[in-house]
């Protein structure tokens, strides 16, 4: 049976048109341009940080990260840019007795920002705090250690197959893959999309009643 429920971050439960966006800017490049360039990075199957090089070879994220803060204009999102989904799910998985995790490749300054929102989550946590990032199989057992559950009780609710599922499945834990998103949309018509996801969803919303089903099933 699922016991505990873990949320990846950007394109779960957080819609990230506003940072790529503020990216383009920074980069000094056109936001259309840089997004069909970011999804061809995508869909080639390569490292989404290769988007930046295009633009700026000798870009890095880390650096680039801590000058824009130092110039006033860090990362940031809020309660708007949570997808309108994501807190009502939360609750009702709570309310349903399932514990509830949030844990994705973010900084320490996004774990800062996700808990001032004072999400309906029992615990959350970041690549940076954990010091391993995905997809590294570590950065799942640290879920398990975490979560009160066995691995095979464990979802982890995400919108890529290879940060996401694979390693997660590598992990033992279960997995549902959200169709949202720049690679939710174009993973989706992969094989391991279906033979390696346990569910997949279209919307956060889904998920209590789906995890209910599941576990009846199961009971």
Not at 34 to 63: H, K, M, N
């Amino acid at each position: 049976m699922i016991r505990a429920v873990v949320f990846d971050v950007g394109e779960c439960l957080v819609d990230e048109t506003r940072e790529y966006g503020t990216w383009a800017d920074w980069l000094g490049v056109p936001r259309h341009t840089f997004a069909a360039v970011f999804g061809a990075v995508i869909a080639q199957g390569r490292d989404y940080r290769e988007t930046f090089q295009i633009f700026q070879p000798s870009f890095d994220l880390d650096e680039e990260r801590k000058r824009r803060a130092e110039a006033g204009k860090p990362e940031w999102f809020g309660e708007d840019d949570l997808y309108p989904d994501a807190r009502p799910a939360l609750t009702a998985l709570r309310s349903a007795g399932l514990w509830v995790g949030i844990a994705g490749n973010q900084t320490s300054r996004a774990g800062g920002i996700l808990r001032s929102l004072d999400l309906p989550a029992d615990f959350i946590a970041t690549s940076d705090d954990w010091g391993v990032s995905k997809p590294d199989v570590a950065f799942f057992e640290h879920i398990v250690k975490t979560a009160p559950a066995e691995p095979d009780e464990i979802l982890y609710v995400g919108d890529r197959l290879d940060n996401d599922k694979r390693p997660a499945v590598q992990a033992g834990l279960l997995t549902a893959l959200i169709r949202r998103g720049p690679w939710g949309t174009i993973q989706q018509h992969d094989p391991d999309a279906t033979a390696i996801t346990t569910m997949r969803i279209d919307s956060l919303a889904e998920l209590p009643h789906l995890i209910g089903q599941f576990n009846t099933e199961r009971g």
